[in-house]
């Protein structure tokens, strides 16, 4: 079946400091979403990639698409305490709309 | 605007025992998902309904049944519940994936434990 390896599993850094992850897949995906979990809630919504090398930012956020279209990549810029929390891609293909979700990435922020 | 409302938020329950996990949208939401959410493995797909009336197994359904009576509500059942099922769930919903590819919307989780 088809499945996301989302790298690395955690991180700490310090306040201020830039952050990458990334999505592997084994298949080809037409969406890639990325997702913030804050400790007892569920996933928000942070950004979404309908294309092939599209780039998108959302304020300190920006995520592209790779053109291969088996990768993504979340990046958060000059990190703050309250980016603190768990950021889940999750890749959907073009039969019956199910999102396959990556393991997650941890993320510390230290003041 | 509630979205994706999902009762209850905790429940303990004893092995062997029942219960239904309910889910409500006010988003006028197609599609309807149930995860299940475990250390290290993400999200993962229980059931979903693509439909009122409709229902489909996703990457996990063993031990599970859904119905979707009402377009706006999903609900989860156990039928003898196992300690394998402690787990966190949570409902989301979207519109079609013939409007424009919409994301997920998610609720806020429902804390289940099976002694």
């Known amino acids: 079946g088809q499945q996301l390896n989302q790298s690395p599993q955690s991180m700490f850094i310090q306040e201020g400091e830039d952050v990458s992850m990334n999505c592997t897949s084994s298949?080809?995906?037409?969406?890639w979403l990325w997702y913030k979990q804050d400790p007892g809630e569920g996933p928000v919504l942070l950004i979404a990639l309908y294309k092939a090398g599209e780039l998108t930012s959302n304020g300190r956020l920006t995520a592209q698409f790779g053109i291969t279209r088996k990768d993504s990549f979340l990046n958060i810029s000059a990190s703050i305490p309250s980016d603190v929390g768990i950021y889940f891609c999750?890749?959907?293909?073009?039969?019956?709309?199910?999102?396959?979700f990556g393991q997650g990435t941890e993320l510390s922020v230290k003041p | 605007n509630a979205g994706v409302t999902q009762t209850p938020k905790f429940r303990v329950l004893k092995t062997g025992q029942s219960m239904t996990l309910l889910c409500a949208q006010d988003m006028n939401h197609e599609y309807m998902y149930w995860y299940r959410q475990d250390p290290g493995m993400g999200l993962r797909l229980i059931h979903y309904s693509v439909g009122e009336g409709t229902t489909a197994k996703g990457e996990v359904p063993d031990g599970y049944n859904v119905s979707r009576l009402k377009k706006q509500n999903f609900l989860l059942g156990l039928e003898s519940a196992a300690p394998s099922q402690t787990s966190v769930y949570f409902c989301?919903?979207?519109?079609?994936?013939?409007?424009?590819?919409?994301?997920?919307?998610f609720g806020d989780g429902t804390r289940l434990s099976i002694l």
């Open positions: 999750a890749g959907r293909d073009n039969q019956g709309g199910k999102l396959i």
């Open positions: 989301a919903s979207s519109y079609s994936r013939w409007q424009g590819n919409q994301p997920q919307h």
């Open positions: 298949s080809i995906f037409n969406t």
